[in-house]
Structures are given as structure tokens and as C-alpha cells.
């Protein structure tokens, strides 16, 4: 049986990933400490005999007994509000987290994929962003600590590939959605519904004009799940194509939902990226793979996800004293 450890077990993308690994028929370690993620997002496998997990951060030094076939780094503050409230832990969890599975993975000869991202190409100066452009980030903006953090995990990561033949696997995730994420993350997504749950106004931040390319979460963990199998090591593009303004994203929303209220707009927060669409072109090549969701159908299983949560986890605020990002 082959083992797996997943970091950020209990986030968004760690636990539908601890899901297929279980499926696939693997021993699979999950590590969280919960500041972001959820335990209930895992608790469903909690009493599967393959399933095990640790309460601990990944920034100290990390202990795992037996062996290890793989190690998926998927531990990391992801919403920008996230990564404005905690920016130190957010910087050492893709940096001295990131160093501390590299290591792991050595003793273990192991190999490691880790969770890049699209902020690694900051606001793009080339449209649709392949692998081969190196980005256009501000190191001291308000993401700069996300940013950089991901582009240092990247710089590492290859290192060691290099340095001492780790077999590592880098994928760089575009904007993904689905059930599990948080609903008060702060991510266009989830607030656009959670308003539209509440009867409250939708908010546009700037004039709706930036865009995103939202790709479905089951496409993105088939993406993972072939890269890490595969030989690739340089980074990877996983998204999906199908760019959309965010004005248009709001009125796709408005559609779904069948809410009453207004679309209001309010500032563009610092640094935003203008425009944001993965070049698939490798991933195509060499995996075989490209998403397969459309919007209209991944949209209708997270609502329908939403819907189904308690008043109070609708009604908690996450960020009450991060009003200055919602001006
Ligand atoms: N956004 C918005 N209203 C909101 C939340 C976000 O208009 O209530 C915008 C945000 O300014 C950004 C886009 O939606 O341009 C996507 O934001 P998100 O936080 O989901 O992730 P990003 O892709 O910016 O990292």
C-alpha cells in the first residue's frame, strides 16, 4: 500500500485531495493545524482504517513514523484577506514549511509535489500566462508575502531537484472553486453567494472590468493527481481557460442564486491583478489533461453546497476588523 502525506488536510483543496488518495486505494497522512482549515471537511475520514492525522504546523520541524511514497504540500493561507491577517505565517509556511518536507522528503525518498500558484505571475504583463513568464510581482504589496512566499517555495523546491535529485513536482493552481471552501473567505466566489444567501448587496470591487478563470475543483485534483505520476518537474499550469470579468461573474451569480439585491461597487484593493488566464498547453501535452466542467454546472454544485450550511456558519464574520479591505 502506498503512503501519502497531505498538508493542509483539512483546507479546500488538502481534503478533497486526502478523498481521492483514500479512493485510490492509499495509506494517506493528513497535517493541518486548523488555522485556516476545517475539520470538518475530513471528518467523514476519520473512521477509514488508511486515514490518520496530525494537529501540527509544518513551518517546525516535522516527524512522520514509517515510510512515505509522496508528500502533497497543500498547507497555505489562500484568500487575500487570509493572507493580509496572518502574513507571517502565510510567508513561513511555503518557506520554512516548504523546506522542512523538502527535507522529509529526502529522508524518506520520497516525492514531493507542491501548491504553486497564478500570484507567481503577480498582474500579468502577458496574457494567457504560460510557465515560461516569470510575472510581475510587487514584493512589499499586499500579496507580496503570498507572492513571494510561493516563488521562494518554487526556487526551492527545484533546487533540491537539482541538488539532490529529489523527484519534485511544482503545480502553479489558477482560481478554483467548490464545495468546501470557506464561505466567509473573502474569495469573489463565495462572498458573491454568501451575499446573495444573506440578502445582502453583491460587491464588485473596482469596475468589474479585471477578470478570472475559474476552473471546477474535481478538474483541478484530476490535473494534481497526473502531474504528481507523472515525470515533469518544472512547474505546471492547472486551470481552466474560460476567462470571465468579474462584472459578468457577478451577473452569472445573480442568475443562479435568483437574488433580489443590487450589485454595488466599491475599491479595487491594492495589487489586485487586472486580468488572470492559464495557458494549458503543457498540461495538455503532457498529462492528457484538460478540465472538462463548465462553469454553469460546477457553479450549481458549490450553490447548492452553500445552501445547504447552518444560519450560523452563513452569519460568521471572518473579518470584522478587516473592513479597510472591503471598502
Ligand atoms: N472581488 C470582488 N468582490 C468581492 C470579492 C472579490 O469584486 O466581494 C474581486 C477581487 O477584487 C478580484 C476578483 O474578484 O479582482 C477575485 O478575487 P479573489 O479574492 O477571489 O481572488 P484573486 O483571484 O484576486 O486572488
Redesign the pocket.
Known amino acids: 500500500m502506498k503512503s501519502v502525506l497531505i498538508t493542509g488536510a483539512a483546507g479546500f483543496l488538502g481534503s478533497h485531495l486526502c478523498d481521492r488518495f483514500i479512493n485510490e486505494g492509499y495509506r494517506v497522512i493528513g497535517m493541518d493545524n486548523l488555522i485556516t482549515g476545517d475539520l470538518k471537511n475530513i471528518e467523514h475520514l476519520f473512521a477509514h482504517e488508511s486515514f490518520s492525522f496530525y494537529n501540527h504546523d509544518v513551518s517546525s520541524f516535522i516527524h512522520v513514523p514509517g515510510k512515505l511514497d509522496y508528500i502533497l504540500h497543500f498547507a497555505s493561507p489562500a ?2 484577506i487570509d493572507y493580509l491577517k496572518i502574513p507571517i505565517q502565510t510567508l513561513k509556511v511555503s518557506s520554512l514549511g516548504t523546506h522542512n518536507l523538502l527535507g522529509l522528503a529526502r529522508v524518506k525518498k520520497a516525492r514531493i509535489l507542491v501548491a504553486s500558484t497564478s ?1 507567481v505571475y503577480g498582474n500579468p504583463l502577458e496574457h494567457p500566462q504560460t510557465e515560461e513568464y516569470w510575472g510581475n510581482v510587487n514584493p512589499v504589496g499586499p500579496r507580496g508575502v503570498y507572492d513571494e512566499a510561493k516563488r521562494f517555495q518554487e526556487a526551492m523546491t527545484i533546487a533540491y531537484n537539482r541538488i539532490h535529485n529529489l523527484e519534485t513536482r511544482i503545480v502553479r493552481i489558477f ?1 478554483t472553486y467548490g464545495p468546501r471552501m470557506r464561505l466567509n473567505d ?4 463565495p ?2 453567494i454568501g451575499q446573495a444567501l444573506r440578502g445582502e448587496d453583491i ?4 469596475d ?1 472590468s ?1 477578470t ?1 478563470s475559474f476552473c471546477f475543483m474535481d478538474d483541478l485534483i484530476e490535473g494534481i493527481y497526473r502531474l504528481l505520476l507523472s515525470d515533469y518537474s518544472l512547474p505546471m499550469n492547472i486551470g481552466n481557460p474560460d476567462e470571465i470579468s ?1 462584472k459578468d461573474f457577478a451577473e452569472e451569480i445573480i442568475k443562479l442564486t435568483g437574488t433580489n439585491q443590487k450589485v454595488v461597487f466599491k475599491d ?2 491594492e495589487g ?2 487586472e486580468k ?1 488566464r492559464p495557458d494549458i498547453s503543457k498540461a495538455k501535452e503532457v498529462l492528457g489533461w484538460e478540465p472538462k466542467v463548465q462553469r454553469s454546472e460546477g457553479l450549481k454544485i458549490t450553490y447548492d453546497y452553500f445552501k445547504q450550511l447552518s444560519e450560523e456558519e452563513l452569519r460568521k464574520n471572518e473579518h470584522k476588523n478587516f473592513d479597510a479591505y472591503f471598502r
Open positions: 484568500s487575500p500570484e482560481n473573502g474569495r469573489v466566489l462572498a458573491f460587491t464588485i470591487f473596482g468589474g479585471q478570472r468579474i479595487l484593493p489586485d491583478p488572470r
